[in-house]
């Protein structure tokens, strides 16, 4: 198999319709032995139902395969993908990410061109359902909209420069042989908001060797809904975003580096939220994108405490991601935190 298209979804059951409508009118993939494999992150609508009745009706000469992934969390999802997956390239879409008909040719064509390229990805363009506010192409890296110009480049990865899991074409065999098989940040759980399940396995491939490009031939569209743009969904995301940082950057930092980086995390983002706060004076309540970056700053700042509380709660057995009442908002939480 030269290919597989891998989709998680999580209550996709109106998203994937347009999805696969759209994969098949893909392009100049007659010679490609390629299948599609959807992951039903224990959804709770009907994406099953949906599925299998594409499987009844599918006329095409490649799979579609359906699978239950009942472990919550984006990063499983992505690792049961990992598991079934019989490509040598998996291609990882969005249930909300429209791909270019040339998209998968593209993407096959990249990975044979360049062997020791680990992982790769495009341009991800957002298709919005009500115009963004002003200066919003400062934060739509937050909603995975990537357009970083027309000449290929590496990544920046010790930068935490790095592509989003959206549109995201991995090499079986270097995620293989780089991600450990239980993942320290499991995306979107009950509880606690944390981003940076897509980044953690790209460090791990990048700490292995391998390449992770830019190919700008590689177009998708991003649909963000109008609830993706108000200031509570923003402002979770930005925190969410944020705690994750010192995860991250330890992933890659050596033994001697660990303890410093822990202050330097606190110190630099603190100067950071104390700029904004100087520069934007009484504006911060009426400018929603400052007010984002005073987020993302608070939620980085806390980061290393989160850091700690997951290593002992690791020594101690316990999920690595912390559960908290239902009754507790995913905000309340991480400002609680920020008030340690």
């Known amino acids: 198999m030269h290919i597989t298209l891998a989709i998680p979804t999580y209550n996709g059951a109106t998203r994937l319709p347009i999805l696969l409508e759209k994969l098949q009118s893909q392009i100049n993939v007659d010679h490609l032995k390629w299948e599609i494999i959807i992951v039903d992150n224990n959804s709770k609508d009907n994406t099953a139902e949906v599925v299998h009745h594409y499987q009844k009706n599918w ?16 990063a499983f999802a992505r690792l049961r993908a990992i598991k079934e ?18 998209w998968l ?6 990975g044979i061109s360049h062997p020791y390229a680990g992982a790769w990805s495009g341009q991800i363009h957002g298709a919005y359902e009500t115009p963004p506010p002003e200066e919003f192409e400062r934060i739509q890296a937050f909603l995975a909209i990537r357009e970083h110009g027309d000449k290929p480049h590496l990544f920046e990865a010790e930068n935490l420069r ?17 991600v450990p098989p239980i993942p320290s940040l499991a995306g979107k759980l009950p509880g606690l908001f944390v981003q940076g399940d897509d980044y953690e396995p790209l460090l791990y491939i ?9 190919h700008p031939q590689l177009h998708t569209y991003h649909q ?24 991250l950057r330890l992933i890659n930092a050596k033994p001697q580096e660990k303890l410093p980086l822990f202050f330097r995390i606190f110190i630099g ?28 700053y608070l939620g980085s700042m806390v980061s290393p405490l989160f850091s700690v509380v997951c290593y002992f709660r690791k020594i101690l057995g316990k ?13 309340s939480c991480i400002s609680n935190y920020t008030s340690f």
Do not use: M
């Open 224 to 247: 963000i809904p109008a609830w993706r743009l108000e200031k509570d969904y923003l402002f979770s995301l930005a925190r969410a975003c944020g705690l994750c940082i010192c995860e």
């Open 206 to 214: 990048h700490k292995r060797g391998w390449q992770i490009w830019y």
């Open 162 to 178: 790095l592509p989003p899991a959206a549109a995201l074409i991995i090499r079986k065999k270097a995620w293989l042989e780089s």
């Open 59 to 74: 006329k095409y000469n490649y799979n579609l395969k359906y699978f239950l992934e009942t472990k919550q969390g984006a």
């Open 269 to 296: 983002n603190f100067k950071r939220i104390l700029n904004h706060l100087i520069k934007y004076r009484g504006e911060l309540r009426h400018n929603l994108i400052a007010s984002f970056e005073v987020q993302f």
């Open 85 to 102: 997956a019989s490509g040598e390239f998996i291609a990882f879409l969005d249930d909300d990410n429209l791909p270019e008909t040339d």
């Open 319 to 331: 999920p690595k991601i912390i559960n908290l009442t239902k009754t507790t908002s995913c905000a």
């Open 105 to 110: 040719y593209q993407a096959y064509k990249f």
